[in-house]
């Protein structure tokens, strides 16, 4: 199953489909690397980067063919805090190297919102991540990195699927070179049993989940499923091999209430 890289605004590529981990373990994280996910989505508010990385080290798997996220928590806002937080997330997870860092939510301060933007540009100068994004930063908390500081956020990791598209978000991230990555792009399983999920699934003999995870991809977002079940987890993983049509696309946009750009 070869599944789409997406080229991020420095040309780090990362693969289009990865294995969120939000309450789930070392299992879960093994069983995605057995099924072919080379994308692994954590934080160190998750308190589960030593599994990740018992994972990674069980997997067989070289460290270059493995793209790591992490996030910086909120009490860890500011400069040094930041720095202090990435360290000890960096010896969680075993590596070197982070492939990518985000700050996980913005602060309400805009100053403070700076002031760990910098840090994580410090942290890319020295090569010490290969890509640095946010996280649930709106459009104008976006506007105010990109007036004050100097690296344009690789990544804006916000919850997308199709009930909840973020037309807005996703034109403003275009318009900025950052990639948009969906978290919750199941809907937490909510979607999966709308009627026009389930026709589309039905014309295609593929499953709600699937036809919900081509969405993301037709749409060049970067999606991150969880699922703590080894079926499930395959099942997210094998959307590479058939697509949806453009009548199939405007079905699902139409869940949004919106027509999607
Ligand atoms: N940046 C942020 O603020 C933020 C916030 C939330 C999440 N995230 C990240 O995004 C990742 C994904 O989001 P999420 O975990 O909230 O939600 P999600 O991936 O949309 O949904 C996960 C839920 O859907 C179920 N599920 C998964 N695959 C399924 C399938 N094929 N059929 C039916 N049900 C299925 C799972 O249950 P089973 O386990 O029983 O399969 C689980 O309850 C997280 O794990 C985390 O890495 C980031």
């Not at 919850?159 to 969906?182: D, M, N, S």
């Amino acid at each position: 199953m070869t599944i789409p890289v997406v080229t991020l605004n420095n040309g780090v590529t990362m693969p289009q489909l990865g294995f969120g981990t939000w309450r789930v373990g070392r299992d879960a994280v093994a069983e995605a690397l057995r099924t072919g996910y080379r994308c692994i989505d954590t934080a160190e508010m998750y308190r589960n980067e030593t599994d990740v990385a018992a994972a990674l080290a069980g997997s067989g798997l070289e460290r270059a063919e493995v793209f790591v996220t992490t996030k910086v928590w909120n009490d860890h806002h500011g400069h040094r805090a930041t720095l202090e937080a990435f360290h000890a997330s960096r010896r969680r997870l075993g590596l070197d190297v982070v492939d990518l860092y985000l700050v996980h939510w913005p602060s309400a301060s805009d100053s403070v919102n700076v002031d760990t933007w910098r840090a994580l540009e410090s942290l890319h100068a020295d090569g010490l991540v290969r890509a640095i994004g946010v996280s649930n930063f709106s459009p104008a908390q976006l506007d105010v990195l990109l007036d004050a500081c100097d690296v344009v956020p690789a990544v804006n990791q916000i919850e997308l699927h199709p009930a909840r598209p973020r037309l807005e978000e996703r034109a403003y991230h275009e318009r900025h070179g950052i990639a948009t990555q969906a978290w919750a792009p199941l809907a937490r399983a909510a979607v999966l049993t709308h009627p026009v999920v389930t026709a589309v699934a039905a014309a295609h003999g593929r499953t709600p989940a699937q036809v919900v995870l081509r969405w993301h991809l037709q749409h060049g977002v970067i999606a991150i499923p969880r699922s703590a079940s080894p079926e499930r987890i395959r099942e997210n993983f094998a959307v590479a091999d058939f697509s949806l049509t453009p009548q199939d696309m405007a079905a699902l946009d139409s869940l949004g209430g919106r027509t999607a750009p």
